[in-house]
């Protein structure tokens, strides 16, 4: 294969960076992940993207100079024009515009677009996964924070430039404070990095869990989806109360942007939504139900079918 045809697409998360290898097909060659550091602030994120990325051409047998473009899905303020970001809240230090796409470009020699990280998987989901038959679609990743991607008539909708903040839309007047600063918003209740601070506080009121006992025994040193999972199913009390509280949050705020968009679809993804699966997609639904002003008529709502590879290959089709 030329390889010319070949790109690169990196999703940058809270939690981890997932980067790829794709050609015109849009079938993944070669991928690597790395956890995104939580120290060090911008630079140590960017030697952290550029590792990830030439791990992932190594396993795809080809050289990462050879790329033709490369693609990064990043949360924050993005300016497309410019190719920076800024004000990445779920990153370290990040705050002040930070040129991306150029240093990514002076390091490979290719063309470098950013996008919104849920914007690009949301891409993804209605171009290659769960909802491709749709012309409509909401897209909610459930991770670090919580994210919201909108294709509207078949195209994405951008508005300003920061559309979909669907975590934060408010679901509890004077609430929690959320980790953007402000009160009451559903990522202070249901975003992974609010609910171990939760979890937190809890631990140090006298509530038992097991949460961060499961952490140790895995050598993390956060919550991770994998570590909510394993405290649900050994029946962790603190972490089901924190969950259905995540939960009734999700629902509450995924009816309001349905009540204002009308969207056929709801692909529900990132690294908790993907991890629950259909019965917490199930249990979403359900807690919409009471909010839904259409209730007779609720959209269709699925699993992100791409799982952690959709945010990268969203990324990838910035260049395609």
Request: charge should be negative; proline fraction near 5%.
């Amino acid at each position: 294969m030329p390889q010319a045809a070949l790109r690169g697409g990196i999703d940058l998360g809270g939690t981890k960076i997932q980067a790829i290898i794709a050609d015109k097909d849009n079938n993944v060659l070669g991928q690597a992940r790395r956890p995104t550091p939580t120290t060090g602030g911008p630079p140590d994120v960017i030697a952290a993207l550029i590792e990830a990325l030439e791990e992932a051409a190594e396993a795809a047998s080809v050289a990462p100079d050879a790329l033709t473009g490369i693609g990064v899905g990043a949360p924050g303020g993005i300016d497309e024009a410019t190719g920076s970001l800024a004000n990445a809240a779920n990153l370290p230090d990040w705050r002040d515009p930070v040129p991306v796409a150029q240093l990514l470009g002076d390091r490979f020699g290719a063309t470098v677009k950013l996008g919104n990280d849920v914007t690009v998987a949301t891409q993804a989901e209605f171009t290659l996964g769960a909802a491709r038959e749709f012309d409509s679609l909401l897209g909610v990743f459930w991770g670090t924070g919580v994210g919201g991607g909108i294709i509207l008539d078949g195209r994405v909708w951008n508005g300003r430039g920061t559309s979909g903040e669907i975590g934060h839309i408010p679901v509890r007047h004077h609430g929690i404070r959320c980790p953007c600063g402000r009160h009451g918003c559903m990522e202070a209740y249901a975003g992974r990095r609010a609910m171990e601070q939760r979890a937190r506080e809890a631990v140090d009121d006298g509530q038992h869990t097991d949460l961060f006992k499961i952490m140790e025994e895995k050598g993390r040193d956060r919550l991770t989806s994998g570590i909510w999972a394993r405290a649900i199913d050994r029946g962790d009390e603190l972490a089901e109360s924190l969950i259905a509280d995540a939960v009734e949050a999700l629902g509450t705020a995924v009816a309001s942007a349905c009540n204002v968009l009308d969207p056929e679809a709801i692909v529900i993804g990132g690294g908790l939504g993907v991890r629950f699966g259909d019965p917490y997609a199930r249990r979403i639904q359900d807690a919409m139900m009471p909010h839904l002003f259409h209730d007779d008529d609720p959209p269709v709502i699925r699993v992100a079918e791409l799982g952690d590879l959709g945010g990268a290959l969203g990324a990838a089709l910035l260049v395609a």
